[in-house]
């Protein structure tokens, strides 16, 4: 299992996020948003066990994976 890190939850970022997870990776999602569209996208991606921050990107995170 390998960590995908994921910039951005618009539409490509929640395809990629869904995809990377249903492959059996670790998922780390972030966006510099935090309107109301951007928290529905990641109380979704979060239903399935994945990994969100909301305003602000994690460079640590992001590097590891």
Do not use: C, N
């Not at 539409?11 to 780390?28: E, F, K, T």
């Amino acid at each position: 299992m390998s960590t995908v890190a994921v910039l951005g939850i618009g539409a490509s970022g929640m395809a990629a996020a869904r995809l990377a997870h249903a492959q059996g990776d670790a998922v780390h999602v972030s966006d510099l948003q935090t309107a109301a569209a951007a928290a529905a996208r990641a109380a979704d991606l979060r239903a399935l066990g994945i990994d969100v921050d909301l305003g602000l990107h994690d460079a640590d995170r992001i590097a590891a994976a």
